[in-house]
């Protein structure tokens, strides 16, 4: 019924029809405009749908209910596209991964307010994706642990209970996910769980010197405190999967675990830890997944691992080794997930094109090697300065490639983006987040999992002028240039959505962030800008910042402002 309620509201938006429902299979068929069939004996795969435009009306078959969902999905969009003069076709579709998911980081300052989650979960839904997961460290409302998310702003039980439901109803799996190993800093930084950590001092981690991070696996109390997390946490979800995270133990071994680790090796001491979660889950009934970078340096170990639980093989580069990786958990007999991300943190605007050639990638040798599903990550490093929109084009293309991947290789993805994301037909804003997000490959700079302008914008003058002097020629190769061509398009586009405003505004105050990144380079480069460039900066980075937390309570709660807006105090103090 949900479906058949949502399929009439939809074409009632987007052509005017408007179709009575009913559930009488006598009416004669000149009197039915969409006729809705669960047919299992048509065989039809899992999720998979028969769609056929006849001059008699539309029919859709399916074998289960979600079958018939992702057909009015798809109808939906042939009707945005065509009006009412919808062509005559006949459609027999079904995913290429079983799994097709979405995972949000909440835990980087930023949480979404209920009516950005219902919103992000309806878009995502309607591109045919079956999981959602919200990536959390500390953000959910313990009520055993008030200290760790006092000023988060967490979600609470009461709106996963809501939200669960809200998901199921769009066929969508809201998977429970909290860390249980490593990024546990949030927790370990308070005097009540110090003692549960791997080290107690900094530690020099490959992204720069870190706080105490992880738990420390020999202490018992360790999995006592996961313990009591999930106990609190899964009744929640009707999911019974659960994502226990564990990637980045970077100081497993040079603290507390040294003398184990010298003596049995850093990979049997991280299983034997992992496998204590497994079994305390499996208790549960639920099923395991968790990152699997630790374990894949250890092939041998893989094999030891059980055949029920879920790898998560990640990486954010368009070159990461998928291939390599999903041969090794498949030669082992362990189910995987390829999960590659939006490249959208730690830059602004994206990495569009390091973005396309990382989900591709995932997509073809996931299906290459027995992938059950496939998960885009989308994080929230160093602040979660990124808006929200910007993620769009990652989600988009990610959602086209695990459906089919074959039939979306040429996807003109701009179009399918402004239409179907912005609700811009003219292509426009497609373009204009296209092209933004390919402003990164301006700067002569290209490191990985980030972009050059987002670091100019946090670090110190030091950090630019040791880049910049191992770097021939022009540093900077028209990123101005690329930023304006870019924003031309908001003069052709045509939004007309509920979040046309918003989303413009989002778009100019990413614009005006990648600009002050510029001008900042080249005045740290060039200090002979003088009294007059350093006062239009720090006016500029005022304007920047007031916009910065407007535009983030918008969609977000407060709780983390304050932590993100800390990540500009660098850049103020050089312009004081």
């Known amino acids: 019924m949900f479906t058949a309620l949502r399929l009439r509201q939809k074409l009632a938006e987007a052509s005017g029809l408007d179709w009575d429902l009913s559930a009488s299979p006598a009416i ?238 850093e990979g049997p001491v991280y299983l034997e830890h992992l496998l204590k979660i497994y079994r305390t889950l499996q208790r549960r009934g639920y099923r395991m997944q968790f990152w699997g970078d630790v374990l894949i340096r250890h092939p041998d170990l893989v094999r030891e691992l059980p055949r029920d639980i879920i790898a998560l093989e990640w990486g954010y580069e368009a070159n990461h080794p998928f291939e390599e990786h999903g041969a090794e958990f498949a030669a082992a007999g362990v189910p995987f997930y390829v999960c590659p991300g939006t490249s959208s943190w730690n830059t602004i605007a994206g990495r569009t094109d390091n973005a396309l050639g990382n989900l591709r990638s995932a997509a073809e040798n996931g299906l290459r090697y027995g992938a059950c599903g496939y998960l885009i990550t989308d994080w929230g490093d160093n602040g979660h300065w990124q808006v929200l929109p910007i993620s769009y084009l990652g989600y988009a293309a990610g959602a086209a490639y695990s459906w089919a991947y074959e039939a979306n290789l040429d996807l003109d993805l701009r179009a399918a983006v ?54 021939p020629g022009e540093f900077f190769f028209g990123s101005e240039a690329a930023i304006d061509q870019a924003m031309s398009n908001l003069a052709d586009s045509q939004m007309s959505g509920l979040e046309a405003n918003l989303i413009e505004d989002e778009f100019r105050q990413t614009a005006a962030l990648l600009r002050h990144a510029v001008r900042r380079g080249r005045w740290l480069l060039e200090p002979s800008g003088g009294e007059g460039e350093r006062k239009a900066l720090n006016a500029d980075l005022s304007e920047i910042i007031a916009n910065h937390s407007r535009l983030w309570l918008a969609r977000n709660r407060p709780g983390g402002l304050e932590d993100s807006l800390s990540r500009f105090e660098t850049a103020k103090a050089d312009y004081a």
Not at 446 to 457: G, K, M, V
Not at 463 to 470: L, N, R
Request: glycine fraction near 8%; proline fraction near 7%; aromatic fraction near 12%.
């Open 28 to 265: 004669p068929a000149g009197q039915v405009g969409v006729a809705l069939r669960l047919a299992p004996e048509t065989g039809l795969p899992r999720e998979g749908y028969r769609l056929r435009v006849t001059p008699a009306g539309v029919e859709i078959q399916a074998s289960d209910a979600a079958g018939i969902y992702y057909a009015t999905c798809t109808l939906v969009q042939i009707v945005q596209q065509s009006g009412r003069s919808l062509p005559g076709l006949d459609i027999l579709d079904w995913p290429d991964f079983a799994v097709r998911g979405v995972m949000l980081d909440i835990s980087r300052d930023k949480v979404p307010t209920m009516d950005t989650l219902y919103n992000l979960v309806d878009r995502l839904s309607t591109w045919k994706f079956n999981q959602f997961q919200l990536y959390t460290e500390h953000a959910f409302a313990y009520r055993n642990h008030p200290v760790v998310w006092a000023k988060a702003s967490p979600v609470t039980g009461e709106e996963i209970l809501v939200l669960d439901a809200y998901c199921r109803e769009r066929f969508i799996e809201l998977v429970p996910n909290q860390n249980s190993f490593s990024h546990m800093d949030r927790w370990l930084s308070h005097p009540e769980y110090s003692g549960l950590g791997e080290i107690s001092g900094s530690f020099e981690s490959p992204y720069g010197t870190i706080p105490p991070f992880s738990l420390c696996p020999s202490d018992p109390g360790s999995l006592a405190l996961i313990d009591s997390l999930y106990d609190e946490l899964l009744p929640h979800f009707t999911s019974h999967m659960v994502n226990a995270g564990c990637d980045e133990t970077f100081e497993l071994g040079f603290g507390r675990s040294k003398a184990e680790v010298d003596a049995r090796g």
């Open 418 to 471: 402004s239409r179907f994301a912005f609700d811009d037909p003219s292509g426009a804003m497609g373009s204009l987040a296209y092209e933004l997000g390919n402003v990164y490959k301006t700067v002569s700079y290209l490191p990985e999992n980030y972009s050059a302008l987002f670091r100019i914008l946090q670090k110190p003058t030091e950090y630019i002028q040791k880049i910049a002097a191992e770097i």
